[in-house]
Nanobody, 124 residues
Framework: QVQLVESGGGSVQAGDSVRVSCAAS????????MGWFRQVPGKEREFVAV????????YYSDSVKGRFTISRDNAKNTVSLQMNSLKPEDTAVYFC?????????????????WGQGTQVTISS
């Protein structure tokens, strides 16, 4: 069973940086694309970033492109999201997810249940 545990996050000021990470188990990690989604109360969960199994391909939502960087460590079964130049509108609970391919994950097709997520709050 796929298990994903997010960590990091916190409360910061606009313009600051935060790094969130996700530890995965129950899957052959390097075979799967990994991604980050985020959700604010009352809104649907939205795609943020995705990285291919070997890390050679990455894609970002337009709202975070140029500010966020997704990376993975296949030896440690972890995926991280470095978030720079944070804005108040980046405030959300951040979730990681695993999918069969980059395109599938970008479309929301993922494995397993959502983890608990990690809260990132940016104040102006």
């Amino acid at each position: 069973q796929v298990q994903l545990v997010e960590s990091g996050g916190g409360s910061v000021q606009a313009g600051d940086s935060v790094r969130v990470s996700c530890a995965a188990s129950g899957l052959t990690f390097s075979r799967y694309a990994m991604g980050w989604f985020r959700q604010v109360p009352g809104k649907e969960r939205e795609f943020v970033a995705v990285i291919s199994g070997r890390g050679g391909s990455t894609y970002y939502s337009d709202s975070v492109k140029g500010r966020f960087t997704i990376s993975r460590d296949n030896a440690k079964n972890t995926v991280s999201l470095q978030m720079n130049s944070l804005k108040p509108e980046d405030t959300a609970v951040y979730f990681c997810a695993a999918g069969s391919t980059v395109d599938a994950l970008r479309a929301g097709a993922r494995f397993g249940s959502w983890g608990q997520g990690t809260q990132v709050t940016i104040s102006s």
